[in-house]
């Protein structure tokens, strides 16, 4: 497995906010104690470039952005904080995620886990919204897409729905969608009826379960989807909005998963990347804000992918 992780991280200080330092310090420090630093491939890597991060984002939206971490201008929307690091932890992100599709892509691994920050799921094509600056894991599907990869799917189980996902993806046919999040609930999109528009109906697939769905259903729903739209869309490469924030005890999310499930998810969505694209699967950290169980789902996680 190709494992990506940077100090850099640590330098998009967001002060107080659930979105913290301490998430990373303390993901550094399992994949530390829990020898996944020794076991996989670290590749170097750049952050991304603006001609990757422009495939997402307009040209607008990066000079503001980058003119906010200049300014480190702190809370840029209601929930996302800015800092002088910010700008460097976020293409670095977006950066991971793009090798980690070449690499994978060019067959030096199947498997690749990014641990990064900012998250990105919820920023959109002109805007910073809900902790995320670069939408690192769209970034990393153009580029998939530029590379001749002609199908590319991304599952996302954050406990919220990856909005600025789906908006990347909405009238675009080679890149597939499947979300589980709970509804309603933050961001406030995600039912069953947004499937995209036009060429790409169908091919975004929205799973919505109420706050009180226990750990068994949310796994199965998401299995069942999954399956049932990968079956017909057959992608070459699946990427993961891996967020660990349905864990119960999660202060900002919570839905009923106990650290243990992400066991159970990472071996059904390595085996899934096995069925349908000769296991080619690249893992990017979205949310999860529990000091302790965020490393733990994580570890968890990672062991799941390599049970087989
Ligand atoms: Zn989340």
Known sequence: ?????????????????PECIARIVNVNR???KQGWIERCTKPNWMAATLEQCKRNHTEKYLDQLHRWCEESAGRVESDTVVSSGSWDAATLAAGAACDAVRRVCRGEDTQAFCAVRPP?????????????????????????????CEKVLIVDWDVHHGNGTQASFWEDPTVGFVSIHRFPFY????????????????????????????????????????????????????LLSAG????????????????EHYFEAG??????????CQGRLVSLLEGGYHLEHLPESLDAHLRGFISD
């Not at 497995?1 to 906010?17: A, C, P, Q, R």
């Not at 059904?268 to 349908?276: N, Q, S, T």
Request: aromatic share 6%; proline share 5%; charged share 20%.
């Open 244 to 259: 660990f924030d349905a864990h119960e005890n999660d202060p900002v999310g919570g839905l009923s998963l106990q650290s």
């Open 1 to 17: 497995m190709l494992l990506y992780h940077s100090e850099i991280f640590e330098k998009h200080d967001t002060g107080t906010h």
């Open 30 to 32: 399992m994949l530390e």
């Open 267 to 276: 071996k059904w969505i390595a085996a899934l990347a096995k069925e349908h």
């Open 120 to 148: 990105g799921h919820h920023a959109l094509r002109d805007a910073p919204m809900g902790f995320c600056l670069l939408n690192s894991v769209s970034i990393a599907a153009q580029h998939a897409r530029s590379l001749g």
């Open 187 to 238: 961001p406030g999109t995600g039912r069953v009826d947004e499937t995209g528009t036009g060429d790409a109906l169908g091919t975004t697939v929205n799973i919505p379960v109420s706050a009180q769905t226990g750990p068994k259903s949310f796994l199965d729903q998401l299995a069942t989807q999954t399956e049932k739209f990968a079956k017909k869309f057959k992608p070459d490469l699946i």
